[in-house]
Protein backbone atom coordinates (compact mmCIF):
# COMPACT_ATOMS: atom_id res chain seq x y z
CA UNK A 1 0.00 0.00 0.00
CA UNK A 2 3.40 2.40 0.55
CA UNK A 3 4.40 1.66 -2.11
CA UNK A 4 1.51 2.64 -4.42
CA UNK A 5 0.61 5.82 -2.30
CA UNK A 6 4.52 7.22 -3.08
CA UNK A 7 3.57 6.25 -6.26
CA UNK A 8 0.92 8.47 -7.12
CA UNK A 9 2.49 11.23 -4.61
CA UNK A 10 5.54 11.14 -6.58
CA UNK A 11 3.92 11.54 -9.78
CA UNK A 12 1.71 14.24 -8.39
CA UNK A 13 4.76 16.08 -7.41
CA UNK A 14 6.99 15.91 -10.72
CA UNK A 15 3.72 17.21 -12.30
CA UNK A 16 3.33 19.87 -10.11
CA UNK A 17 6.85 20.98 -9.02
CA UNK A 18 8.65 19.59 -11.80
CA UNK A 19 6.41 22.01 -13.65
CA UNK A 20 6.92 25.38 -11.89
CA UNK A 21 10.24 24.28 -12.39
CA UNK A 22 10.44 24.13 -15.73
CA UNK A 23 8.30 26.95 -16.40
CA UNK A 24 10.41 29.30 -14.13
CA UNK A 25 13.32 28.36 -16.25
CA UNK A 26 11.86 28.93 -19.50
CA UNK A 27 10.98 32.25 -17.61
CA UNK A 28 14.01 33.01 -16.45
CA UNK A 29 15.30 32.35 -20.26
CA UNK A 30 12.87 34.04 -21.89
CA UNK A 31 13.56 37.99 -19.24
CA UNK A 32 17.59 38.23 -20.80
CA UNK A 33 20.91 37.38 -19.02
CA UNK A 34 20.12 38.95 -15.63
CA UNK A 35 16.79 36.75 -15.17
CA UNK A 36 18.83 33.77 -16.15
CA UNK A 37 21.78 34.80 -14.25
CA UNK A 38 19.24 34.66 -10.84
CA UNK A 39 17.46 31.51 -11.39
CA UNK A 40 21.10 29.81 -12.03
CA UNK A 41 21.76 31.13 -8.85
CA UNK A 42 18.82 30.10 -6.86
CA UNK A 43 18.59 27.21 -8.75
CA UNK A 44 22.22 26.08 -7.63
CA UNK A 45 21.72 27.29 -3.84
CA UNK A 46 20.90 24.34 -1.33
CA UNK A 47 17.27 24.92 -1.01
CA UNK A 48 17.24 25.19 -5.06
CA UNK A 49 19.89 21.58 -4.56
CA UNK A 50 17.19 20.36 -2.40
CA UNK A 51 14.12 20.88 -4.63
CA UNK A 52 16.47 19.55 -7.45
CA UNK A 53 17.56 16.00 -5.36
CA UNK A 54 14.11 15.61 -4.26
CA UNK A 55 12.30 15.64 -7.59
CA UNK A 56 15.29 13.26 -8.95
CA UNK A 57 14.37 10.78 -5.73
CA UNK A 58 10.97 11.33 -6.80
CA UNK A 59 11.45 10.40 -10.77
CA UNK A 60 13.93 7.15 -9.42
CA UNK A 61 10.86 5.87 -7.07
CA UNK A 62 8.06 6.70 -9.70
CA UNK A 63 10.02 5.03 -11.97
CA UNK A 64 10.93 1.59 -10.30
CA UNK A 65 7.47 1.69 -8.90
CA UNK A 66 6.14 1.90 -12.48
CA UNK A 67 8.28 -1.06 -13.50
CA UNK A 68 6.98 -3.27 -10.79
CA UNK A 69 3.69 -2.15 -12.12
CA UNK A 70 4.27 -3.57 -15.63
CA UNK A 71 5.56 -6.62 -14.19
CA UNK A 72 2.65 -6.90 -12.29
CA UNK A 73 0.69 -5.77 -15.15
CA UNK A 74 1.90 -8.62 -17.33
CA UNK A 75 0.93 -11.43 -14.60
CA UNK A 76 4.09 -12.08 -13.07
CA UNK A 77 5.02 -11.37 -9.79
CA UNK A 78 2.01 -12.23 -7.59
CA UNK A 79 3.70 -14.25 -4.63
CA UNK A 80 3.15 -12.89 -1.53
CA UNK A 81 6.78 -12.88 -0.32
CA UNK A 82 8.40 -12.04 -3.75
CA UNK A 83 5.88 -8.91 -4.06
CA UNK A 84 6.81 -7.78 0.06
CA UNK A 85 10.48 -7.99 -0.57
CA UNK A 86 10.39 -6.22 -4.20
CA UNK A 87 8.18 -3.45 -2.40
CA UNK A 88 10.37 -3.22 0.42
CA UNK A 89 13.27 -2.73 -1.81
CA UNK A 90 12.23 0.11 -4.57
CA UNK A 91 12.72 2.89 -1.85
CA UNK A 92 16.46 1.64 -1.36
CA UNK A 93 16.84 1.35 -4.92
CA UNK A 94 15.28 4.79 -5.71
CA UNK A 95 17.54 6.63 -2.84
CA UNK A 96 20.87 4.77 -4.28
CA UNK A 97 20.13 5.87 -7.66
CA UNK A 98 19.81 9.53 -6.83
CA UNK A 99 22.71 9.20 -4.84
CA UNK A 100 24.72 7.92 -7.81
CA UNK A 101 23.35 10.68 -10.39
CA UNK A 102 23.92 13.51 -7.53
CA UNK A 103 27.37 11.36 -6.62
CA UNK A 104 28.34 11.78 -10.64
CA UNK A 105 27.00 15.39 -11.04
CA UNK A 106 28.71 16.41 -7.87
CA UNK A 107 32.08 15.10 -8.40
CA UNK A 108 32.75 14.26 -11.82
Do not use: K
Not at 26 to 38: D, F, M, Q, T, V
Amino acid sequence: MLISILHRATGDGMAVLGGILLVGWLLALASGPEGYAWYVGWATSPIGYLLMIGLSWAFFQHMCSGLRHFVLDIGAGYEVDGNNRWSALLPVVAIALTAILWSIIFFV
